[in-house]
């Protein structure tokens, strides 16, 4: 089992940056591929971005192209997001989940281990 916690989620203006960590546990994370999602108060829980177990393949939802990186560190067990030219459209709550298949791609159904989430909100 895979135990995931987020951090780095905050208060920012728009047009401001934000790097967000999910922090793993177990000993195979480098076999997991890494995604994060987001949900907005009354949406439903949409992808944003994924990052297979070796990093090779990354995918990112239309809405986050050109301003959202996903990046991981085996070595320390973590996988970023980092977020520039935020806007007000990107407030939710961000989470963290990992695939034991390895893809990190955008298919909701595919991940197994989800964290409790982050708050990112965007003032205009």
């Known amino acids: 089992q895979v135990q995931l916690v987020e951090s780095g989620g905050g208060l920012v203006q728009a047009g401001g940056s934000l790097r967000l960590s999910c922090a793993a546990s177990?000993?195979?994370?480098?076999?997991?591929?890494m995604g994060w999602f987001r949900q907005a108060p009354g949406k439903e829980r949409e992808f944003v971005a994924g990052?297979?177990?070796?990093?090779?393949?990354?995918y990112y939802t239309d809405s986050v192209k050109g301003r959202f990186t996903i990046s991981r560190d085996n070595a320390k067990n973590t996988v970023y997001l980092q977020m520039n030219s935020l806007k007000p459209e990107d407030t939710a709550v961000y989470y963290c989940?990992?695939?034991?298949?390895?893809?990190?791609?955008?298919?909701?159904?595919?991940?197994?281990?989800w964290g409790q989430g982050t708050q990112v909100t965007v003032s205009s």
């Open positions: 177990g000993r195979t994370f480098s076999s997991y591929g």
């Open positions: 989940a990992a695939d034991y298949l390895g893809l990190g791609n955008g298919r909701e159904s595919g991940y197994d281990y």
């Open positions: 990052i297979s177990r070796g990093g090779g393949s990354t």
